[in-house]
């Protein structure tokens, strides 16, 4: 059986979380959102949105289409996470070849975006 390699990321927030002031956060939010979509965009990533009805702590999860170093490169680039908003935990997964498939929805750019 043939598998492809994928990386599965869980932002959560670092123990030393302060909040940001409102202008700044909501800056950080759509520069996380564009990083999200041009990872999208370039196929480094399948799925991204943030977490409902867990813990407090953990922010969202995605599925990387690349390797964990790239993986890992790219999260340090997010502006989330260098904001310190949130902290990129990667975990390298196995799945049966063709069982995960990117679909043909783009995530948003922006906060403006997500409420129309």
Known sequence: ???????????????DWTPLDPTKAARVQDAHLDHVHAMHAANQLIAAGPSIGGTEDVRGFAVMTVD????????????????????????PWAVPAGMVLPGPTMPPRSVAEVRG
Request: hydrophobic fraction near 55%; avoid cysteine.
């Open 1 to 15: 059986m043939e598998f492809d390699s994928l990386v599965l990321v869980r932002l959560v927030r670092p123990a």
């Open 68 to 91: 964990l170093d790239t993986a890992r490169r790219l999260w340090a680039e997010d502006p989330g996470v260098r904001a310190g908003l949130f902290v990129a935990e990667l975990e």
